[in-house]
C-alpha cells in the first residue's frame, strides 16, 4: 500500500470518527435538549475535536500525501497547517457559539 492511499484511507477515518462523535457529543445532546430533557450534559471538547476530523479529514482525503501540513524533520507545522488550525479554530468556535445560543433558546443555561 503505498503513502499517498494510506493519507486518503487516514482522510476517511478521520470523517466517519467526525460523522460518530458529531452525532454523539453534539446531536444526541442537542435532542435531549429539544425533547425537553430535564438535564442535558455534553463536553466542551467535542467543539474541538469534531471540525478537527473534518479539517484534517478532508484535507487528508483530497490532497493525500503530495501536500505537507508539517515539516518531519523539525516535527513544525508549514504554513499549510497553520491555515488548517486556523480554519479548524474558526470552526470550532462557531460551532460552539451556535450550539451555546440554540441551547439558551429552548431555556439551558451552561453551568
Known amino acids: 500500500m503505498n503513502e499517498d492511499l494510506k493519507f486518503r484511507l487516514g482522510g ?3 470523517l466517519i470518527g467526525a460523522a460518530g462523535f458529531g452525532w454523539w457529543g453534539i446531536w444526541l445532546p442537542y435532542q435531549q435538549a429539544l425533547a425537553q430533557a430535564e ?3 455534553y463536553s466542551n471538547k467535542i467543539f474541538a475535536l ?7 479529514g478532508l484535507f487528508f482525503l483530497i490532497g493525500g500525501a503530495r501536500w505537507k ?3 518531519a524533520d523539525t516535527k ?5 497547517g497553520w ?3 486556523a480554519v479548524t479554530l474558526l470552526l470550532a468556535l462557531a460551532g460552539w ?3 451555546q445560543h440554540a441551547f439558551e433558546a429552548l431555556g439551558y443555561h451552561a453551568g
Open 97 to 99: 457559539w451556535v450550539f
Open 76 to 80: 513544525r507545522f508549514t504554513m499549510i
Open 83 to 85: 491555515v488548517l488550525m
Open 39 to 41: 438535564k442535558v450534559e
Open 12 to 14: 476517511i477515518a478521520c
Open 50 to 56: 469534531v471540525p478537527a476530523l473534518i479539517v484534517f
Open 69 to 71: 501540513y508539517r515539516n
